[in-house]
């Protein structure tokens, strides 16, 4: 029977939840109700006391948890959007994030970010914060873009003594399938070879993986041959993965969901010119969604963010350099 990036998700919490007494989930209605997204469905009755309903205090729900991890707990907390946890800003990156440089002892806290956008959510449900909290040293920022990485990376955010920002794309929850739960993982911080090709890289990561791999698959059929690098993380970024993968193309377009200024696009392209220059055979390109707030329309979405069509268009520009 066929997995969802969602049922994922949920299966990785229950498997924690399974083998250590210090895990436990709290957010707004993921106990009764099984969270906005229902990816805590059932296991507040599976785990009694240990899946809690949060008040709408986000700052709250991740000062709790801080708290609790500092005495020995692993919280996972879940944002109901997030966009949302822009209220809990100064507990995460404050608090959390430099908790162990300051008294050396650990703050294991996973926080769960619905993020990316879907059809009429717009600016306030549909952000993408990931290049945000990547930022701030101490944080650890994850961007699954496969069923397989959504639960293993899931586990091994848990598992972690660092602050972790897991940011699971909503459009993926039902969309995305596997056969099966995996039984092997990539470790974090390695970049994947989603597609190997020789002519450009695309570099994406979370829902443009998928976008990147369609325009991929569109250019092939013209006998141009695209490598898709999946980054896996934005904090750490495997630079060496994307490095080998320029040398073997001389080309890079960065693609991302998020908003261009200051983003996930642009260290990227920082690292391969500063560190690999010589490798370039044509100026790296990004690709993100508009500098404006995310449109509720439709149409103005598909059009706000990169598709895999305006991907192909900026791979063929790319190639004719």
Known sequence: ????????????????????????????????????????????????????DAPISEDAMIGSAVGAAIEGMRPIVEMQFADFSSIAFNQIVNQAATHFWRTGVPCPITVRLPSGGTEGSGPFHSQSLESIYAHYPGLIVLTPATVEDAYTMMLEAIQLDDPVIFCEHKFLYYHLKADALPKQNLPLGTARIARPGKHATIVAYSAMVHEALKAASDLSSTGWELEVVDLRSTKPIDTDTVLASVARTGRLLCVSEGFPFGGVCTEVISRVVSEGFHLLDAPPQRLNSKDTPIPYHPNLWKTHRPTWQSIADAARALIAQ
């Not at 990816?39 to 240990?50: D, H, Q, S, V």
């Open 1 to 52: 029977m066929a997995v969802t990036y969602l049922e994922a998700i949920r299966e990785a919490q229950r498997k924690a939840l399974s083998e250590d007494e210090s895990v436990y989930i709290y957010g707004q209605d993921v106990a009764g109700f099984g969270g906005a997204f229902k990816a805590t469905k059932g296991l507040a009755e599976e785990f009694p006391g240990r899946v809690k």
